[in-house]
């Protein structure tokens, strides 16, 4: 069963930084693009980031350029978003899903407040 | 940036009825290889997003034929056969085709 369990949100003041980890298993991990997407409270869905099997290529949304850095680590089966310079408009669930978009986490809440 | 416009489903919707809706793009999905770049989702309250259908009209695994998408290079549709309480929830579209990958704003499904 091919499972996606992300971690590392919380509670975050402006201004500073959190990592986000996305856990992946089920599958082989090292042979899939992946992709993070946020959705504020109440609000729809919105594209972060993509990064490809080998991290060859990588792409951002404009909201997110300079200031989140996705990466992976085949060998833990681990993605990351590694988020800083927070501001309150970045508070959101956050999802990984996979490049096809056939499989999603359940998602992890950031939230950015002082 | 490509930008998806979501129309809105007169709410709400008898079971048994169809339900079809809308989307547009800015510009068209169609990629060289001819396929258009185009998914669908249903996010039911409290749940992560689910793929129906990709490439337009192929439906994921395990998706009920009760769906289907349908659509030109601009203007799409996700038809809902037989509406069941179980398809309530907001259904996007998103565009594949090109980066930054964009959704529409949402469009909510009620079941009456």
């Known amino acids: 069963e091919v499972q996606l369990v992300e971690s590392g949100g919380g509670l975050v003041q402006p201004g500073r930084s959190l990592k986000l980890s996305c856990l992946a298993s089920g599958f082989t991990f090292s042979n899939y693009g992946m992709n993070w997407i946020r959705q504020a409270p109440g609000k729809g869905l919105e594209w972060v980031a993509s990064?490809?099997?080998?991290?060859?290529?990588?792409y951002y949304a404009d909201t997110v350029k300079g200031r989140f850095t996705i990466s992976r680590d085949n060998a833990k089966n681990t993605l990351y978003l590694q988020m800083t310079s927070l501001r309150s408009e970045d508070t959101a669930l956050y999802y990984c899903a996979s490049d096809t978009y056939r499989f999603w986490g359940q998602g992890v809440m950031v939230t950015v407040s002082s | 940036d490509i930008v998806m416009t979501q129309g809105v489903l007169p709410n709400p919707v008898p079971s048994g009825e169809s339900a079809s809706i809308t989307c547009r793009s800015s510009k068209s999905l169609v990629y060289k290889d001819g396929k258009t770049y185009l998914n669908w989702f249903l996010q039911r309250p409290g749940q992560s997003p689910q793929l129906l259908t990709y490439w337009m009209s192929t439906r994921a695994s395990g998706v009920s034929d009760r769906f289907s998408g349908s659509g030109s290079g601009t203007y799409f549709t996700l038809k809902i056969s037989r509406v069941r309480a179980e398809d309530a929830g907001v259904y996007y579209c998103?565009?594949?085709?090109?980066?930054?990958?964009?959704f529409g704003s949402g469009t909510k499904l009620e079941i009456k």
């Open positions: 990064i490809s099997s080998s991290s060859s290529y990588i």
């Open positions: 998103q565009q594949v085709r090109e980066y930054p990958l964009t």
